[in-house]
């Protein structure tokens, strides 16, 4: 069993939607969790970081963290076709030297 | 400020040959890291720096892969020799502070290998 699992996708939507992103973890000590962009050809680049359990937005991006069920999400809101990338999950701990755990990625198609 | 740095962008060699990777990270990071991103998979960490000593290369393969950072600020990266399921993209990443567990990691755009 993989310690991060996400969807692969593709998963493909209409502008406009709201999207459902996922993942599920299975190291309890896990306490930082993010979510990283990546298009086409590019490095990935940091969207959004949480901290523990809870909640947090940023314009049309909301990150959610679940530790009791070990899952955590990201929508994002009116979708636009410039949000067509990969999305991964990765999350580390206190102690862990910063050393990123990540899930294989969930690529997002937004079409017109 | 200027990103993460990496060369060459593609290479193509015949397995069993050998080929270096080349970061410059952000100015004034500690921190340097090389990961492995398999096509349809998540990077995974082969090795990281803190200045110029090593943290953590438990997932380096050490048969064939080394890794340097002279002078606690520029790395390579090398296999010697190549084989087929080396075909990746390497990526090379910097962050500012290590060990909080906060410390935002900053990603070049990668080094695309074909092992033919």
């Known amino acids: 069993q993989k310690e991060v699992e996400q969807d692969p996708g593709p998963l493909s939507v209409p502008e406009g939607a709201i999207v459902s992103l996922n993942c599920t973890y299975s190291?309890?000590?896990?306490?930082?969790f993010m979510w990283y962009r990546q298009y086409s050809r590019k490095g990935p680049e940091l969207l959004m970081y949480t901290y523990s359990s809870g909640n947090k937005e940023d314009g049309r991006f909301t990150a959610q963290v679940d530790k009791s069920s070990k899952y955590i999400s990201l929508f994002i809101r009116d979708s636009q076709p410039s949000d067509s990338a990969t999305y991964l999950c990765a999350m580390t701990f206190t102690g862990g030297g910063n050393k990123l755990t990540f899930g294989t990625g969930t690529q997002l198609k937004v079409e017109l | 400020e200027a990103g993460v740095a990496q060369s060459p962008r593609y290479k193509i060699i015949e397995k069993r040959q050998s080929v270096a990777f080349w970061c410059n990270p952000i100015?004034?990071?500690?921190?340097l890291y090389w990961y492995q991103q398999i096509l349809g998979q998540g990077p995974k960490l082969l090795i990281q720096f803190q200045n110029n000593g090593v943290v953590d290369d438990s997932q380096l393969p050490k048969d064939r892969f080394s890794a340097e950072r002279l002078k606690g600020v520029d790395s390579t990266l090398k296999i010697q020799p190549a084989k087929l399921e080396d075909s990746a993209v390497y990526l090379c990443?910097?962050?500012?502070?290590?060990?909080?567990?906060?410390?935002?990691?900053?990603f070049g755009p990668g080094t695309r290998l074909t092992v033919l």
């Open positions: 990443a910097s962050s500012f502070t290590p060990g909080q567990g906060t410390d935002t990691q900053y």
């Open positions: 100015s004034g990071h500690a921190t």
């Open positions: 190291n309890s000590a896990f306490q930082y």
